[in-house]
């Protein structure tokens, strides 16, 4: 009969006689508890170890643009290498006069650019709130026509101050949405990005005559 809530025990039950027949023992209810959290925690493991090795390679590319390259760029490599997108645009954001100003961009037209320089939707909410908004977390009704390939609107902020935003458009073919491991690299670049974008500036400065 379906939805009895037997098929466990069943399963369990064929299990064991499998054991048996293999004359191998039966694992107890606490064994197999335990091998459960052992799995469980050797997913964290291979999970945060996995993270660790994308936030070292993203820290070891922005230190590299600091000495001599460009930032931005970087930031396009990351985004492009290890979240999968090559449809990115970095705005600063110049509190004074609420202005947004393009600073860099690969895979985006001129036009969705300049439609987006006026700060509506999204990269307004996120400056407003100073929080990454994603596409897929909006109201429907609240989305622009330019906002339809939109994946993110990542903050970026150092000292509590917005400085600016990337806007992460289309995703890679293979890729079908963000992942937890994209989740902790958005972070990182909220504000490494920031702080590293920011330092960028001051070392132009300081290289004009």
């Known amino acids: 009969m379906i939805g009895t809530g037997d098929g466990s025990r069943i399963v369990r039950k064929n299990l064991v006689e499998k054991k048996h027949a293999n004359g191998e023992r039966a694992l ?3 064994e197999l508890r335990t091998r459960t959290q052992q799995l469980s925690l050797r997913e964290q493991i291979e999970r945060n170890h996995f993270l660790l090795e994308r936030l070292y390679a993203a820290s070891a590319g922005i230190i590299q643009a600091l000495n001599g390259g460009d930032v931005h760029a970087a930031i396009g490599e990351i985004l ?5 997108s090559e449809e990115v645009a970095i705005f600063h954001y110049k509190k004074a006069d609420r202005r947004f100003v393009h600073a860099w961009s690969v895979g985006v037209p001129n036009e969705t650019l300049r439609q987006f320089s006026s700060g509506a939707g999204m990269m307004g909410r996120t400056v407003s ?7 897929d977390r909006q109201n429907e009704a ?5 906002e339809k390939n939109l ?3 990542v903050v970026l902020k150092s000292s509590r101050e917005v400085v600016g935003v990337i806007l992460i458009f289309g995703l890679l073919p293979q890729k079908s949405g963000l992942e937890w491991v ?3 690299l958005l972070k ?3 504000t490494y990005g920031a702080v590293a974008i920011q330092l960028h500036g001051l070392q132009k400065n300081e290289m004009t005559p």
């Open 28 to 30: 107890s209810t606490e």
């Open 80 to 84: 492009g290498n290890l979240v999968g």
């Open 129 to 135: 709130q100073g929080l990454t908004q994603f596409r």
């Open 142 to 146: 609240h989305l622009l026509p330019c």
């Open 151 to 153: 994946t993110a609107s």
């Open 182 to 184: 994209d989740y902790q």
């Open 188 to 190: 990182f670049l909220e």
